[in-house]
T-cell receptor, first 111, second 119 residues
Framework: DIVLTQTPLSLSVTPGQPASISCKSS???????????LYWYLQKPGQSPQLLIY???NRFSGVPDRFSGSGSGTDFTLKISRVEAEDVGVYYC????????FGPGTKVDIK | VQLVQSGAEVQKPGASVKVSCKAS????????IHWVRQAPGQSLEWMGW??????????AQKFQGRVTLTSDTSINTVDMELRRLRIDDTAVYYC?????FGSGIVDYWGQGTLVTVSS
């Protein structure tokens, strides 16, 4: 099974400052079709998760451009260029190369 | 597009629970339905998926033999049944829509159903 680890597990950010979350996979997420099946989801308090980034670096519809994703193989990063109050919640990386697996989550709050 | 789940459940250990997910606003058979659960204060845990068109399913190894996903195309509903419930099955259960096989793009989620297992 593919295991995803995230660092840090919690993050307190001043509004307007950047934030970065790392996700590492136990196996390469590069599929034979050339795509890398790594995603980022945000679960705001009391809500269902919502998709931010798909296939490493593609912003989903309606996602602000302050969110960006990068990485390859087994190492990935989600960056928020300027954190806003509405960005609080738990961020999960997820892989779909072999079924679905989620990371442990990174809780982001505002200082 | 909406995925509307059935209401909260309280069950005893050893019992079974069935959670429904009713889809509307799109062609039901064009999307896979996945189930993901979240125990209190924990991460998300994928349970399985169903292709509503064919009825084909795939389950996480952890749940093999205890979970069954079924679809009814006449009422655009997917059911998730979990049997032999344990205390640690207490969680919010979500259904989620995915367009393509193997994709992790979940564009719509249900509102979640809290299942509490308690003696």
């Amino acid at each position: 099974d593919i295991v995803l680890t995230q660092t840090p597990l919690s993050l307190s950010v001043t509004p307007g400052q950047p934030a970065s979350i790392s996700c590492k996979s136990s196996q390469s997420l590069l599929q034979t079709d050339g795509k890398t099946y790594l995603y980022w989801y945000l679960q705001k308090p009391g809500q269902s998760p919502q998709l931010l980034i798909y296939e490493v670096s593609n912003r989903f519809s309606g996602v602000p451009d302050r969110f960006s994703g990068s990485g390859s193989g087994t190492d990935f990063t989600l960056k928020i260029s300027r954190v806003e109050a509405e960005d609080v919640g738990v961020y999960y990386c997820m892989q779909s190369k072999q079924l679905f697996t989620f990371g442990p989550g990174t809780k982001v709050d505002i200082k | 597009v909406q995925l509307v789940q059935s209401g909260a459940e309280v069950q005893k250990p050893g019992a079974s629970v069935k959670v429904s997910c009713k889809a509307s606003g799109y062609t039901f058979t064009d999307y896979y339905i996945h189930w993901v659960r979240q125990a209190p204060g924990q991460s998300l845990e994928w349970m399985g998926w169903i292709n509503p068109s064919s009825g084909g399913t795939t389950y996480a190894q952890k749940f093999q033999g205890r979970v069954t996903l079924t679809s009814d195309t006449s009422i655009n509903t997917v059911d998730m049944e979990l049997r032999r419930l344990r205390i640690d099955d207490t969680a919010v259960y979500y259904c989620a829509r995915v367009r393509h096989f193997g994709s992790g793009i979940v564009d719509y989620w249900g509102q979640g159903t809290l299942v509490t297992v308690s003696s």
